[in-house]
């Protein structure tokens, strides 16, 4: 074989990875875990709003904080009623925000992740600390015709979340 018709096979194969992995990237958990970490990186809200379904996990947060006890529960549920129709705003200044300590980029998000295996279209994911002092984040991932989106958030790993960003000091 000619080293002109092995190049030609070794350039044919890399293209052909390549769509394959493309493709993979667009069909699974991890796929979308990639690209909503490129959109937190890049400061993208609209890239991040479509990988979340934010109205399924605020009423998911819902019936969990109105469980909680003490003066933060409380807030919480006072806010829920603002939340449908501030939180998405609020949410994507957030991710806007050009000030914000930034995360790691996508593909160290995507190697940190602990995956569970789907079942029946859901897939649970835990990302561990990504700062020192940190805790880990835990949610839940749906499919959603050929993607997934982020469908829950466990909302006391989401609170300790919204605390450090906000400048609230924290208590276990």
């Not at 979308?32 to 959109?39: D, E, P, V």
């Not at 969990?64 to 200044?93: C, P, T, W």
């Amino acid at each position: 074989m000619s080293k002109r018709v092995l190049f030609v096979l070794v350039i044919v194969g890399m293209l052909l990875g390549t769509v394959w992995l493309f493709k993979d990237l667009q069909t699974t958990p991890s796929g979308s875990l990639y690209y909503l970490g490129k959109a937190i990186y890049n400061h993208d809200s609209h890239l991040f709003f479509d990988y979340i379904d934010y109205q399924r996990i605020v009423g998911g947060l819902q019936p969990e904080a109105s469980k909680e006890g003490g003066f933060l529960a409380q807030a919480v549920r006072n806010a829920f009623a603002g939340l449908n129709e501030h939180g998405e705003q609020y949410l994507r200044k957030i991710i806007e925000d050009r000030d914000r300590p930034n995360l790691p980029g996508s593909l160290a998000l995507l190697l940190a992740a602990q995956q569970g295996q789907p079942l029946n279209g859901q897939v649970e994911i835990m990302l561990p600390p990504m700062q020192h002092g940190g805790r880990p984040l835990h949610f839940t991932m749906s499919q959603y015709g050929n993607m997934w989106k982020v469908t829950a958030i466990n909302s006391r790993d989401l609170q300790w979340l919204l605390m450090g960003y906000l400048g609230i000091a924290q208590a276990d």
